[in-house]
């Protein structure tokens, strides 16, 4: 009997967790307006495990970033949706960035260093990494068939929203979702 209503227990807990779970994402939903209508949350799909580099030619994965809520944008220089939206990138890593929240760029397919330096340089985008992922290969795995595409991963390293395209990631919209992230009590 005791094993019984101990499964009961936590089958509540386990029913309750995942109510809470689906009332975030009820939330960050509301939040969305303009460009941001554009975010569609879905359920929660880990992400690869596939290299990219870091500016220093040092490689990671986005296991790195466990414990915080990443928005990845693959962009590319030559990209002109990439470029228009990387300022609004800049500012939201600025505003909301740090141990809860992170902004990581990565270049994907050919982007030489020397172009992400002038184009950062030049657009004065100093809180975004200058990470690549040259062969493309995180963002094949992760089904990137255009740019820009933006995903949003969890602090467990699973993808729960992507946005197609670019979007004015300071607008009003956009902040109130990070700030939503950002206070979200860590489970």
Known sequence: MRLVRSAALYLSIALGANAAAAADIDTLEGLR?????????????????????????SETTLEAYRGKYVLVNFWATWCAPCRKEMPELNALQQEFGGDRFEVLTIATGRNSPAGINKFFAETDITALPKATDPKSALAREMGVLGLPITVLIDPDGNEIARLMGDAAW??????????????????
């Not at 690869?48 to 220093?56: G, H, M, Q, R, V």
């Not at 607008?171 to 700030?179: L, P, T």
């Open 33 to 57: 307006d303009g460009d941001l209508k554009k975010l569609t949350f879905a359920d929660p799909k880990p992400v690869p495990d596939i290299a990219f580099f870091l500016p220093d030619g």
């Open 170 to 187: 300071h607008s009003d919209s956009a902040r109130a979702i990070a700030a939503e992230l950002v206070a979200t009590p860590e489970g």
